[in-house]
């Protein structure tokens, strides 16, 4: 096959690449090796059920569906694996003890070949947009069963696939599933066009809804003591979370227009990034603000202005805390966003900017449930506009945070059950054998 010999043929810079991140703190300081489909751990006899995410969000979608499959099939072996380094972190401390846990392997013939050869799945189901051609046709090769979970196709990367060069290779890929599962009817029809069986295209809602709250650790509520006091002074606060480089000017420009209203307001600040939190911090000191890291163990203080939380794995307990939650990754063209359901879980008012990329469809269903649930603003001024009134006006806040949650519950009710009764249906009846079904 020509990507495989292609692949072949540029393995030796994709090394490079993998030490050159390794070098910059991109890679798992002693776990690289696994990128390369060297194990770091023993394979269980039996059958192996493989979950496959590239990064955190879709990574934390997929866990709630594998709580689900150790309910149902106590006897399969689980592995999970995620690409980037944030979302092995988090994830690590979210899985259930009994799931192995490994970095994915690069798509080379060497790395794939190898991952395949030793963990040996009878299925792999691989979230959203992981369409890659030396794992389903190494998979295919050696029978194993796949199905492509909240399976996304953009507008961009549609286009990319449909030119006459790799629309062969898309077509042949897609056919090799048993199971596709759709986020929209957008996205279905797109996967019929690049030739996807028809029938193995199914719907069952969107797994990002299906918000895993169980397990939130003694870590997570504790180190948070200092925003809790937050609550119980009053002080206005408010919570930009995921916030990519460029967007905290957008933040710091709000924060001043409200300390002209609120001057005790405080401004929590996530990066979507950790590594960017002391950037942000120096430049947020440089122009005479008092700013506290979370990495620091600092404590917030009277005079603090900016909490910046350059941690991982605590969004979550921070939305139960703060009321007022404003989504990044929204603000900036070329940004698409991120998922604004977690913050509607804990009942947070939630407000997003306008380049919102596929999350635009969630963000439309939640209107639809209930229009008052996103705030999507148009800009720095709409967004100053509507923390304004939230912070003066305490029904209007309530209102939109009963909002968000009731949207949010309404969405993700039986999300985790439609998924698994496909698996069950087109995956494990097909994969498994008699005495393990």
């Known amino acids: 096959m020509a990507y495989r010999a292609v692949s072949y043929s540029i393995s030796p810079f994709i090394y490079i690449q993998l030490q050159w991140r390794r070098f910059r703190g991109l890679e798992h300081p002693t776990r690289w090796r696994e990128r390369l489909g060297h194990p770091s751990i023993n394979r269980p006899p ?35 694996t995620t690409t980037t380094t944030s979302a092995f972190e988090v994830i690590k401390d979210r899985l259930p003890n009994d799931v192995l846990y490994q970095y994915a392997p690069l798509d080379t013939p060497s790395a794939m070949d190898d991952f395949l050869e030793y963990w ?17 046709f190494g998979a295919t090769k050696k029978g194993i069963t796949m199905a492509l979970l909240n399976a996304r196709m953009s507008s961009k990367s549609f286009h990319r696939w449909s030119r006459p060069i790799v629309f062969p290779l898309i077509s042949s890929m897609l056919s090799k599933f048993s199971l596709i599962a759709p986020l929209s009817n957008v996205e279905a029809i797109r996967y019929q066009l690049l ?48 916030i990519h480089k460029g967007e905290d000017e957008v933040v710091l420009e709000v924060h001043r227009a409200l300390m002209q209203v609120y001057p005790n307001v405080i401004t929590i600040i996530v990066p979507r990034h950790p590594q960017l939190g002391q950037q942000m911090a120096l430049a947020l000191q440089k122009d005479g603000f008092n700013v506290v890291l979370r990495s620091c163990n600092e404590k917030i203080l009277p005079s603090t202005n900016f909490y910046i939380v350059d941690t991982l794995g605590e969004l979550r ?7 007022v939650a404003v989504i990044g990754g929204s603000f900036l063209p070329g940004l ?102």
């Open 46 to 80: 039996g059958p192996l059920l493989w979950f496959h995410a590239v990064s955190l969000g879709e990574g934390l979608a997929a866990i709630p569906v594998i709580r689900r499959c150790i309910q149902q099939k106590p006897n399969l072996t689980i592995l999970m």
């Open 120 to 136: 040996n799945p009878v299925a792999v189901m691989l979230m959203e947009s992981e369409l890659w051609p030396n794992l389903v």
């Open 195 to 242: 030739q996807a069986p028809p029938f193995i295209i199914n719907f069952a809602g969107d797994l990002k809804y299906a918000v895993d709250n169980v397990d939130i650790s003694m870590q997570d509520n504790t180190c948070l003591e200092d925003l809790q006091q937050l609550r119980l002074d009053n002080r206005p606060v408010w919570m930009a979370s995921s």
């Open 317 to 323: 307990s921070l939305y139960r805390i703060i009321p």
């Open 336 to 437: 698409a966003g991120h998922n604004v359901s977690e913050a509607a879980a804990a009942g947070c008012a939630v407000l997003t900017g306008c380049y919102v990329g596929h999350f635009s469809r969630m963000i439309l269903e939640m209107q639809q449930i209930n229009p008052l649930s996103v705030m999507q603003v148009s800009g720095q001024t709409d967004l100053l506009r509507n923390l304004v009134e939230l912070f003066s006006n305490a029904d209007a806040l309530e209102t939109h945070r009963m909002a968000a949650k009731q949207a949010f519950h309404a969405l993700s009710n039986g999300v985790v059950s439609n998924v698994w009764n496909l698996i069950n249906i087109h995956v494990i009846e097909k994969a498994l054998p008699p005495e393990i079904k």
